[in-house]
């Protein structure tokens, strides 16, 4: 089974009592798939919100858990080598997740900070002045805090700011916030704006209009199902 997007992994824990974590209800549910004829089904899921979900399911599914991240250094490798990138991370567990695989980049972090009752965004480490800085995170619904850590970002000297996330969900058309028309009136929009087709109705849409740019997946599928003889 190839389930690109997990799309209630961001409710892996509960707030108050009576929540419902559906992460793992649909993990369990998954889990109940009878058995292969070669044994318990195997689960392709990119860029999980959490990596510790993988123990959510049970002993009938194997869990592949791939990241898309390969596909973006490629892009960056193929558009924008000659230019000074930096690689900026919303949270700290976004950094923890995924900044092992940039290595080769400035890394910035982004953290919230109070400021009086309210709470904004800084950087909090690594250098964007001069820079072409991406912010990679594993999924955009609203784009509430990719739009705040840009501000932050180009606050901090940058010369543009672009985005990377696997998981263009974008509820509500959010992404007409991003999308370049006479309608937005950020002065400073995302530069460029790469997603995959984790979700597809939603990257039909979007693909044709900039600053969006659709990595497919399925080469990297087509390579994951025959390294795992699926």
Known sequence: ???PYFPTGTMERV?????VATAMTLATLLSNLPLCATGPAKLIVYDIHALQERF??????IPILITAVPLFLDALSNYHHDEKVAIAFPDEGAMKRFAVQFKQFELILCSKVRDGDKRKVVVKEGEAKGRHVFIVDDLVKTGGTLLECKT???????EHVSAFVTHAVFPQESWKRFAYSDSNKDPRPFEQFYVTDSCPTTTAI????????????APSIAHCVTAHQI
């Open 56 to 61: 959510y399911f049970h002993n009938n599914i």
């Open 1 to 3: 089974m190839v389930l």
């Open 206 to 217: 979007i693909k044709d209009k900039a600053p969006f740019h659709v990595l497919s997946l």
């Open 152 to 158: 932050a970002i180009l606050a901090a000297g940058a």
């Open 15 to 19: 707030d108050y009592e009576g929540q």
